[in-house]
T-cell receptor, first 113, second 112 residues
């Protein structure tokens, strides 16, 4: 079946613009994670959903970041008033459940100019 | 929260040599330890994982060992090939939080 799908693949935003990043997880996967990956670094946790419930958002760097998964499937990560330090690859991953392997999408590379 | 340290940051080997990457974790409650391989410009992909009730796991040329007492785990790749060149990430997660914390990655370069 299809893997995790993320869109857009690349996004260039001017500083101050709002952006929305979409993640389509593998069908039936309960858990969904968002990670931020800076160049040459490991993925840094942003937020975690179990079905539609956002169980942990402790990794979101500021209140400009917001994530939702209203029907327990597709998720959207929104960044308001983008700043240069938001430039990174945003990775979405889904899994069958707790402590199961993560399946990553290809990521969205966000560049804020 | 969990903290994962990974060493070395870069590892250069000759084709056919073995490669070892080591990770330590801070939270003794962690019980799931996956390893991911990320090729340039691509998504991380799981290559092997181990749970805390097992000390070692092998899959062809790849093995992972876990020392719960010392809170460290290692990835071993034997008979390395140029296509093994990539960045490798270790991760650890706890039974309670289920959120994998990643190491900073090891760039493995296999010279033909």
């Amino acid at each position: 079946g299809a893997g995790v799908s993320q869109s857009p693949r690349y996004k260039v935003a001017k500083r101050g613009q709002d952006v929305a990043l979409r993640c389509d997880p593998i069908s039936g996967h309960v858990s969904l994670f968002w990670y931020q990956q800076a160049l040459g670094q490991g993925p840094e946790f942003l937020t975690y959903f179990q079905n539609e419930a956002q169980l942990d958002k402790s990794g979101l760097p500021s209140d400009r970041f917001f994530a939702e998964r209203p029907e327990g499937s597709v998720s959207t990560l929104k960044i308001q008033r983008t700043q240069q330090e938001d430039s990174a690859v945003y990775l979405c991953a889904s899994s069958r459940g707790p402590n199961s392997p993560l399946h990553f999408g290809n990521g969205t590379r966000l560049t804020v100019t | 929260g969990e903290n994962v340290e990974q060493h070395p940051s870069t590892l250069s080997v000759q084709e056919g040599d073995s490669a070892v990457i080591k990770c330590t974790y801070s939270d003794s409650a962690s019980n799931y330890f996956p390893w991911y391989k990320q090729e340039l410009g691509k998504r991380p992909q799981l290559i092997i994982d181990i749970r805390s009730n097992v000390g070692e796991k092998k899959d062809q040329r790849i093995a992972v060992t876990l020392n719960k007492t010392a809170k460290h785990f290692s990835l071993h790749i034997t008979e390395t090939q140029p296509e093994d060149s990539a960045v490798y990430f270790c991760a650890a997660s706890m039974g309670g939080s289920y959120i994998p914390t990643f190491g900073r990655g090891t760039s493995l370069i296999v010279h033909p």
